[in-house]
Protein backbone atom coordinates (compact mmCIF):
# COMPACT_ATOMS: atom_id res chain seq x y z
CA UNK A 1 0.00 0.00 0.00
CA UNK A 2 1.45 3.24 -0.88
CA UNK A 3 0.27 4.93 2.58
CA UNK A 4 -1.46 8.18 2.68
CA UNK A 5 -0.28 10.58 0.10
CA UNK A 6 -0.24 14.30 0.33
CA UNK A 7 0.58 17.11 -2.26
CA UNK A 8 2.14 19.80 -2.47
CA UNK A 9 5.12 18.67 -0.24
CA UNK A 10 6.21 22.29 0.35
CA UNK A 11 3.95 25.33 -0.55
CA UNK A 12 5.62 28.84 -0.40
CA UNK A 13 2.86 31.79 -0.59
CA UNK A 14 2.36 35.16 -0.38
CA UNK A 15 0.07 36.71 2.85
CA UNK A 16 -3.32 36.53 0.52
CA UNK A 17 -3.18 34.09 -1.60
CA UNK A 18 -5.29 31.18 -1.65
CA UNK A 19 -3.20 27.57 -0.94
CA UNK A 20 -5.18 24.34 -0.96
CA UNK A 21 -3.24 21.28 0.26
CA UNK A 22 -4.88 18.08 -0.85
CA UNK A 23 -4.77 14.29 0.95
CA UNK A 24 -5.36 10.82 -0.86
CA UNK A 25 -6.09 8.28 2.30
CA UNK A 26 -5.55 4.68 2.49
CA UNK A 27 -7.85 2.81 0.29
CA UNK A 28 -10.04 1.61 2.36
CA UNK A 29 -9.99 3.49 5.31
CA UNK A 30 -13.13 5.65 6.52
CA UNK A 31 -11.67 8.12 8.71
CA UNK A 32 -9.51 11.24 7.76
CA UNK A 33 -8.05 13.62 10.07
CA UNK A 34 -5.92 17.09 9.17
CA UNK A 35 -3.41 18.43 11.73
CA UNK A 36 -1.40 21.06 12.19
CA UNK A 37 1.96 20.94 13.38
CA UNK A 38 3.73 24.40 14.97
CA UNK A 39 7.02 24.84 17.19
CA UNK A 40 4.57 26.88 19.62
CA UNK A 41 1.84 24.95 19.70
CA UNK A 42 2.56 21.41 18.95
CA UNK A 43 0.09 18.88 17.16
CA UNK A 44 -3.45 20.10 16.65
CA UNK A 45 -6.48 18.39 15.45
CA UNK A 46 -8.03 20.73 13.15
CA UNK A 47 -10.83 18.34 11.59
CA UNK A 48 -12.15 14.79 11.32
CA UNK A 49 -14.12 13.17 8.71
CA UNK A 50 -16.12 9.58 9.41
CA UNK A 51 -17.48 8.18 5.29
CA UNK A 52 -16.69 12.01 4.21
CA UNK A 53 -18.69 13.30 6.46
CA UNK A 54 -17.32 16.25 8.67
CA UNK A 55 -17.27 15.28 12.01
CA UNK A 56 -15.53 17.61 14.24
CA UNK A 57 -14.28 20.97 12.62
CA UNK A 58 -13.61 22.58 16.41
CA UNK A 59 -9.80 22.85 15.77
CA UNK A 60 -10.14 24.67 12.43
CA UNK A 61 -8.96 27.90 13.66
CA UNK A 62 -11.14 30.33 11.67
CA UNK A 63 -13.41 30.60 8.28
CA UNK A 64 -10.54 31.17 6.73
CA UNK A 65 -10.13 27.82 6.65
CA UNK A 66 -12.06 24.98 4.99
CA UNK A 67 -11.54 21.08 4.30
CA UNK A 68 -13.79 18.58 1.94
CA UNK A 69 -13.68 15.53 1.39
CA UNK A 70 -16.20 14.97 -1.59
CA UNK A 71 -15.47 11.12 -1.88
CA UNK A 72 -13.34 8.69 0.19
CA UNK A 73 -10.09 9.29 -1.65
CA UNK A 74 -9.74 12.44 -1.48
CA UNK A 75 -9.25 15.48 0.59
CA UNK A 76 -8.58 19.25 0.76
CA UNK A 77 -8.03 21.86 3.31
CA UNK A 78 -7.78 25.06 1.67
CA UNK A 79 -6.79 28.74 3.56
CA UNK A 80 -8.26 31.56 1.96
CA UNK A 81 -6.71 33.88 2.56
CA UNK A 82 -3.59 32.90 3.88
CA UNK A 83 -1.53 34.58 6.74
CA UNK A 84 1.96 34.44 7.73
CA UNK A 85 0.75 32.84 10.94
CA UNK A 86 -0.60 30.08 9.20
CA UNK A 87 3.09 28.48 8.56
CA UNK A 88 3.18 25.53 9.50
CA UNK A 89 3.17 21.61 8.69
CA UNK A 90 -0.11 20.32 7.46
CA UNK A 91 -0.54 16.50 8.20
CA UNK A 92 -3.71 14.19 7.33
CA UNK A 93 -4.31 10.77 8.48
CA UNK A 94 -6.60 8.03 8.43
CA UNK A 95 -8.10 4.79 9.77
CA UNK A 96 -10.28 2.32 9.49
CA UNK A 97 -12.49 2.97 12.34
CA UNK A 98 -14.39 0.08 13.42
CA UNK A 99 -16.63 -0.63 16.20
CA UNK A 100 -14.02 0.52 18.93
CA UNK A 101 -13.48 3.46 17.47
CA UNK A 102 -10.15 4.68 20.02
CA UNK A 103 -8.47 2.03 19.49
CA UNK A 104 -7.94 2.01 15.99
CA UNK A 105 -4.50 3.11 14.52
CA UNK A 106 -4.32 6.61 12.83
CA UNK A 107 -1.52 6.49 10.01
CA UNK A 108 -0.37 9.44 8.88
CA UNK A 109 1.51 11.22 5.74
CA UNK A 110 4.16 12.84 4.48
CA UNK A 111 3.13 16.53 5.56
CA UNK A 112 3.01 19.49 3.56
CA UNK A 113 5.41 22.01 4.79
CA UNK A 114 3.24 25.78 4.03
CA UNK A 115 5.74 29.17 4.05
CA UNK A 116 3.31 32.58 4.20
CA UNK A 117 5.49 35.04 3.66
CA UNK B 1 -10.56 17.16 30.82
CA UNK B 2 -8.62 14.38 29.42
CA UNK B 3 -4.77 15.56 28.96
CA UNK B 4 -1.21 13.54 28.71
CA UNK B 5 2.33 14.87 29.70
CA UNK B 6 5.28 14.23 28.39
CA UNK B 7 7.55 15.19 31.50
CA UNK B 8 10.90 15.84 29.75
CA UNK B 9 11.15 17.75 26.53
CA UNK B 10 14.70 15.77 25.76
CA UNK B 11 16.36 12.58 26.35
CA UNK B 12 20.10 11.81 26.01
CA UNK B 13 21.32 8.34 25.62
CA UNK B 14 24.32 6.69 24.73
CA UNK B 15 24.20 4.11 22.05
CA UNK B 16 23.86 1.00 23.43
CA UNK B 17 22.30 1.51 26.84
CA UNK B 18 18.47 0.98 27.69
CA UNK B 19 16.42 4.13 27.21
CA UNK B 20 12.74 5.39 28.17
CA UNK B 21 11.02 8.34 27.31
CA UNK B 22 8.18 8.90 29.79
CA UNK B 23 4.60 9.40 29.33
CA UNK B 24 1.52 10.39 31.58
CA UNK B 25 -1.96 10.61 30.82
CA UNK B 26 -4.94 11.51 32.75
CA UNK B 27 -8.59 10.35 31.73
CA UNK B 28 -11.83 9.49 33.14
CA UNK B 29 -12.64 6.43 31.19
CA UNK B 30 -10.66 3.54 29.85
CA UNK B 31 -7.99 4.87 28.09
CA UNK B 32 -6.28 3.88 24.66
CA UNK B 33 -2.57 4.73 24.61
CA UNK B 34 -0.49 5.38 21.41
CA UNK B 35 2.92 5.38 20.62
CA UNK B 36 4.05 7.23 17.87
CA UNK B 37 7.65 8.33 16.15
CA UNK B 38 8.57 11.60 14.33
CA UNK B 39 12.11 11.66 12.06
CA UNK B 40 13.12 14.92 10.30
CA UNK B 41 11.05 16.13 7.96
CA UNK B 42 8.26 13.23 8.09
CA UNK B 43 5.08 12.30 9.22
CA UNK B 44 4.22 10.64 12.38
CA UNK B 45 4.69 6.55 12.16
CA UNK B 46 2.88 4.32 14.75
CA UNK B 47 4.73 1.93 17.05
CA UNK B 48 2.56 0.59 19.41
CA UNK B 49 -0.58 0.88 21.09
CA UNK B 50 -2.20 -0.39 24.10
CA UNK B 51 -6.00 -1.55 24.20
CA UNK B 52 -6.46 -4.16 26.94
CA UNK B 53 -4.94 -7.31 28.13
CA UNK B 54 -1.47 -7.34 28.87
CA UNK B 55 0.21 -4.45 30.10
CA UNK B 56 3.61 -4.74 28.28
CA UNK B 57 2.88 -4.14 24.99
CA UNK B 58 5.43 -4.72 22.06
CA UNK B 59 6.22 -2.77 19.05
CA UNK B 60 8.03 -1.65 16.17
CA UNK B 61 11.80 -1.41 15.71
CA UNK B 62 12.37 -2.80 19.50
CA UNK B 63 10.44 -0.56 21.05
CA UNK B 64 7.84 -1.41 23.95
CA UNK B 65 5.54 0.12 26.66
CA UNK B 66 4.21 -0.29 29.95
CA UNK B 67 0.74 0.37 30.97
CA UNK B 68 0.54 1.20 34.53
CA UNK B 69 -3.01 2.20 35.95
CA UNK B 70 -2.11 2.74 39.03
CA UNK B 71 0.66 5.50 38.18
CA UNK B 72 -1.59 6.37 35.04
CA UNK B 73 1.81 5.83 33.11
CA UNK B 74 2.31 4.44 29.25
CA UNK B 75 6.37 5.02 29.36
CA UNK B 76 8.42 3.71 25.82
CA UNK B 77 11.21 1.66 26.63
CA UNK B 78 13.94 0.06 24.59
CA UNK B 79 16.95 -2.54 26.07
CA UNK B 80 19.40 -1.05 23.40
CA UNK B 81 19.85 2.28 22.18
CA UNK B 82 20.57 2.75 18.46
CA UNK B 83 21.88 6.39 16.89
CA UNK B 84 18.71 5.42 14.39
CA UNK B 85 16.51 5.58 17.35
CA UNK B 86 17.16 9.41 17.54
CA UNK B 87 13.62 11.50 16.61
CA UNK B 88 10.71 12.89 17.91
CA UNK B 89 8.35 11.01 20.39
CA UNK B 90 4.99 11.09 20.75
CA UNK B 91 2.66 9.93 23.11
CA UNK B 92 -0.88 10.03 22.75
CA UNK B 93 -4.15 8.51 24.42
CA UNK B 94 -8.03 8.59 23.28
CA UNK B 95 -11.10 7.69 25.37
CA UNK B 96 -15.13 7.99 25.29
CA UNK B 97 -14.70 11.20 26.43
CA UNK B 98 -12.75 12.55 23.84
CA UNK B 99 -14.94 11.41 21.55
CA UNK B 100 -12.09 8.45 20.86
CA UNK B 101 -9.81 11.71 19.46
CA UNK B 102 -6.25 11.16 20.32
CA UNK B 103 -5.03 13.80 22.89
CA UNK B 104 -1.51 14.17 21.75
CA UNK B 105 1.65 14.82 24.12
CA UNK B 106 3.74 17.46 23.46
CA UNK B 107 6.34 15.01 22.09
CA UNK B 108 10.26 14.26 23.80
CA UNK B 109 13.15 14.57 21.89
CA UNK B 110 14.96 11.41 21.40
CA UNK B 111 18.98 12.05 21.13
CA UNK B 112 21.12 8.56 21.21
CA UNK B 113 24.79 9.17 21.27
CA UNK B 114 27.51 7.12 19.50
Known amino acids: DAGVIQSPRHEVTEMGQEVTLRCKPISGHNSLFWYRQTMMRGLELLIYFNNNVPIDDSGMPEDRFSAKMPNASFSTLKIQPSEPRDSAVYFC???????????????FGPGTRLTVL | AQSVAQPEDQVNVAEGNPLTVKCTYS??????LFWYVQYPNRGLQFLLKYITGDNLVKGSYGFEAEFNKSQTSFHLKKPSALVSDSALYFCAVSDLDSNYQLIWGAGTKLIIKP
Open chain 2, 27 to 32: VSGNPY
Open chain 1, 93 to 107: ASRQTSGVNGADTQY
